[in-house]
């Protein structure tokens, strides 16, 4: 068992999909080689200060297929151990023990892949059986891990199990193969859960409503801290606490504080950003936001026009300090650069269900005729080809939370929705005038499976078999947007309506 220190981060292979690498005649397909291994990713924010080296949670235990897992079953390759229906029996791929834990959330991270994609009733099949158990056999938790947990074939997912330790010491866990489908496993870590907070969702202001701020896992003695839009507002709440006005529930492993609404924006003027965050020892632990609105945003198109719906994202994590390149760039455009347009202009909360919905229902109140949702990415713009129909955190070790503090689990989007469904962006005229300025630009298949896809795949969903032009464009990362940014993020902003607007008027 290898006990990983802190590292500075370097390049995670994390994400995404991308081209099978060759391999010899006979042999088994290698893995593919993620879509975004450098450091300049989709999760840069969630990474930083978190991950070692090797992509670990910092202070994680573990296990090492090939060196530290004493299986009864598979065969080591270079940086995994395989097991295959045809060669092998099922049994046990991993087990270990861990070193002393404190008390809390735990997560047992399994990191493994299928080497077929599956469909149909054969997505339920185990691929692993995963426990934890007390040193005196206490169960803990168990998990199977459904081939539909690993939703692309020969590419690396983590796969966690989640689970509650109430006394210091030892864990036990064991991983099964289960011979139902050909896979490989390169690690099993394990590690505390996030500490985490978690509020109610961002929704439109209604006198009397509540919001519920949780803290997941919080140290003991903690204070909770509150801020709206940036002022530091935290001396308002231990009154309201005191006063009955709001209000506070321990249980074993979280605290539930229950606020009226009204009391929190009373100083703080609508559109409202609250943040609350849970800081213990001088240090913040965890912190979450959201937005509370005046109301839904209200149909501003022009009759006789062609109506464009551009969304942007708020900036994220829940704690950052610098700018969304989508908010800026979709802020800062000009519609009088695209005749015969009126546009829309939206900033979402970062959060899987609440950006989804808010698109969804101005999509049907308003009739857009293009809408194209863009997003902060990697180092250049990506016009993303394919959205799915999956919410997972897990690319990264453990889970990350939306802004609210929600982590997916690999659920679907639209439950018997497809699986996929492909951008309707003219891409190709797009590369070209962008490419033609001077623009950095490509191609991907991969827009993770955060908010940005869980909002990309609503788009299209809306817009299936109707006369609208609709996709997703991912930005460049840029964390002080200036002049120069500012005119180059407007240019594909422009570039990308005027071909949505010229292939809609093209439409029967």
């Not at 299986?71 to 060669?87: D, E, H, M, W």
């Not at 099922?90 to 834990?101: D, E, L, N, V, Y």
């Not at 970062?350 to 229902?361: H, K, N, Q």
């Not at 308003?366 to 990506?382: A, H, L, M, T």
Request: one cysteine or more; hydrophobic letters at 40%.
């Amino acid at each position: 068992m290898r006990i990983v220190r802190a590292v500075p981060v370097v390049a995670l292979a994390l994400f995404g999909c991308g081209s099978d690498d060759s391999s010899p005649a006979g042999a088994a397909d290698d893995a593919r080689t993620p879509r975004d291994a450098a450091p300049d990713g989709l999760f840069r924010d969630f990474m930083d200060g978190k991950y070692d080296g090797l992509g670990h949670p910092l202070d994680a235990q573990v296990w090492d297929a090939a060196l530290d897992c004493k299986p009864t079953t598979g065969t080591n390759q270079a940086s995994a151990r395989r097991f295959s229906k045809a060669a092998h029996s099922p049994g046990i791929a991993c087990r270990g023990s861990s070193k002393s834990i404190g008390l809390g959330r735990f997560t047992l991270n399994v990191r493994a892949l299928v080497e077929k994609s599956c469909s149909g009733s054969a997505c339920d099949l185990p691929v692993f059986t995963v426990k934890v158990k007390s040193p005196a056999g206490a169960l803990l938790e168990e998990k199977a891990l459904a081939w539909s947990q690993f939703p692309s074939a020969l590419t690396y997912s983590n796969v966690p199990l989640r689970f509650t330790h109430k006394a210091s010491g030892p864990v036990d866990f064991e991983l099964t193969w289960n011979d139902q489908v050909d896979a490989r496993l390169e690690y099993v870590e394990l590690f505390r859960a996030t500490q985490n907070v978690l509020i109610t969702p961002s929704q439109v202001f209604t006198p009397g409503a509540k919001l519920e701020v949780e803290a997941q896992d919080a140290p003991e003695g903690f204070d909770l801290l509150y801020f709206c839009n940036g002022s530091d507002k935290t001396e308002t709440l231990a009154p309201l606490l005191a006063s009955g006005a709001a209000s506070r529930e321990d249980t074993e492993f979280r605290s539930v504080f229950r606020f009226e609404a009204d009391d929190l924006v009373k100083d703080c003027p609508l559109p409202s950003r609250l943040r609350f965050a849970v800081s213990a020892g001088g240090w913040t632990r965890a912190q979450a936001r959201v937005s509370l609105f005046e109301e839904e945003p209200p149909c501003t198109f022009s009759a006789n026009t062609t109506r464009v719906l551009l969304t942007g994202f708020e900036p994220f994590p829940a704690d950052s300090t610098h700018d969304n390149s989508s908010e800026r760039a979709v802020t800062g455009f000009d519609p009088k650069t695209v005749p015969g347009v009126s546009v829309m202009k939206l900033t979402l909360p970062v959060e899987y269900d609440t950006a989804p919905g808010i698109v969804g229902s101005v999509i049907a109140r308003c009739s857009p005729d293009v809408v194209i949702g863009f997003g902060q990415g990697r180092s250049e713009v990506d016009l993303e080809t394919t959205a799915y129909n999956t919410k997972n955190s897990a690319e990264l070790s453990g889970g990350f939370a939306d802004n609210r503090g929600h982590i997916a689990g690999g659920e679907a989007i639209v439950t018997g929705g497809p699986a996929e469904l492909e951008t309707g962006l003219p891409k190709e005229a797009i590369h070209s005038s962008l490419s033609q300025s001077g623009i950095a630009v490509g191609y991907s298949d991969d827009p993770g499976r955060f908010v940005c896809n869980n909002l990309f795949y609503r788009i299209m969903t809306e817009s299936a078999g109707k006369p609208r032009v609709s996709g997703f464009v991912h930005l460049p990362y840029i964390h002080t947007v200036d002049a120069a940014d500012q005119k180059m993020l407007s240019e594909v902003v422009r570039t990308a309506v005027a071909a949505a607007v010229t292939k809609h008027q093209a439409l029967p």
